[in-house]
């Protein structure tokens, strides 16, 4: 992705703080001048599984809730930061693909202020009442065709600019800012879809993959990316998570939620009795298949079958393996399935001595080195 509207600070100290929809994961990190990062610590918090979220607001307030919680745990080790990035997942923060064409009648100077131009002129378009355009990120620049690393001051007839454009609620953020401004004074902060964050970081380290399926499950939703041509083709989210599987197996189980999530790590693990596997299974298996189908449907009607890319990189906090077996009952899909947690990690970023380790704060960390 290009370096846009941005810069990145080094030798500073900073702040990610990873919003999900049932979890929040905190992390100090120090940035050196030769762009390697050290994470000094990592905090992460969870809405209990046996919570009721009755309804959005509800959920609203069980998340900032666990920013508090993460901010003050952070605040302790944290005297000198000076900034705060904001990494926001569904449904805290939506993303657009678009793709702008201008075509000039006589050769044009190109400048980041024209591409800026035309993003403002998107932004006006798409924002609805409740929601502001927090980051805007390119992802490929034509002029007369041609893909160009170098724009500025080059002349052309024709412009194509690839970028994704996210947005969060106005009174979300606000709320957010609020919790984190009551522990800790930070006036500089950056916003960040986590997907666009999660791909970029795959970007960087899977230089000779150009195709493939990013899929990240968390507690309410699971997202979904796509990747042809080495480009972000296609950003989906569907409201079927770990949580959601745990309710479900709960209602049809007649247990309690914390009891369900056992068995479904019991089942997982192959411990039960075959009288009890059978049992679980019957239940487990149609929903199983109801999220994977749903993870298709997310993105069927824009690719057929034949070019979907057949590599996935999976994340799931928990019961993984679950989620990796629905997709390999797939066989008219025939895919490969490969843990997030075993991508190769960025050998510039290194966790204290004692830190808790994180494979995603370390992708984001490396995002944010890479695109900010």
């Not at 044009?108 to 800026?116: E, M, N, P, R």
């Not at 007839?157 to 609620?169: N, Q």
């Not at 997907?195 to 997202?223: F, S």
Request: proline share 3%; aromatic share 8%; glycine share 4%.
């Amino acid at each position: 992705m290009f370096p846009f509207f941005s810069h990145t600070k080094e030798g500073r100290q900073s702040i990610i703080l990873d919003i999900q929809s049932g979890l929040v994961r905190g992390a100090l990190v120090s940035r050196d001048i030769d762009g390697s990062a050290h994470i000094l610590s990592v905090v992460t918090r969870s809405i209990p599984s046996k919570t009721h979220i009755a309804n959005g607001s509800h959920l609203m307030k069980r998340v900032l809730k666990l920013v508090s919680e993460v901010i003050e745990h952070l605040a302790k080790d944290a005297p000198r930061v000076s900034e705060i990035h904001y990494i926001l997942s569904s449904p805290w923060i939506s993303s657009q693909l678009k793709t702008i064409k201008i075509d000039y009648k006589k050769e044009t100077a190109i400048d980041s202020g024209v591409l800026a131009d035309l993003i403002k002129g998107e932004l006006k378009q798409d924002m609805g009442e409740d929601a502001q355009a927090v980051e805007q990120k390119i992802f490929e620049i034509k002029l007369n065709g041609y893909t160009t690393a170098y724009f500025d001051s080059k002349r052309a007839h024709m412009l194509e600019l690839s970028l994704a454009t996210s947005f969060a609620s106005t009174s979300f953020l606000s709320k957010l800012h609020s919790v984190v401004q009551g522990r800790l004074d930070i006036r500089s902060f950056t916003h960040n879809s986590a997907l666009l964050m999660q791909y970029a970081a795959l970007r960087e380290i899977l230089d000779d993959k150009h195709e493939y399926i990013y899929i990240h499950v968390h507690g309410e939703l699971t997202d979904v990316v796509i990747v042809k041509n080495n480009l972000c083709r296609h950003l989906a989210s569907f409201p079927f998570g770990i949580s959601a599987l745990q309710r479900k197996i709960a209602s049809l189980t007649n247990q309690g939620i914390e009891s369900s999530d056992s068995l479904l790590s019991l089942y997982q693990g192959d411990k039960l009795s075959e009288a009890e596997k059978s049992s679980v299974q019957k239940a487990v298996t149609p929903l199983l298949q109801e999220w994977a189908d749903s993870c298709i449907k997310s993105f069927v009607s824009k690719f057929d079958s034949t070019s979907i890319p057949r590599t996935v990189y999976l994340a799931a906090h928990s019961h993984f393996d679950l989620f990796k077996d629905a997709l390999l009952f797939r066989p008219d899909l025939s895919l490969s399935i490969i843990p997030y947690d075993s991508v190769s990690k960025p050998g510039k970023i290194t966790f204290e001595k004692g830190s808790s380790q994180s494979t995603m704060m370390q992708m984001y960390t490396l995002a944010l080195g890479t695109v900010l």
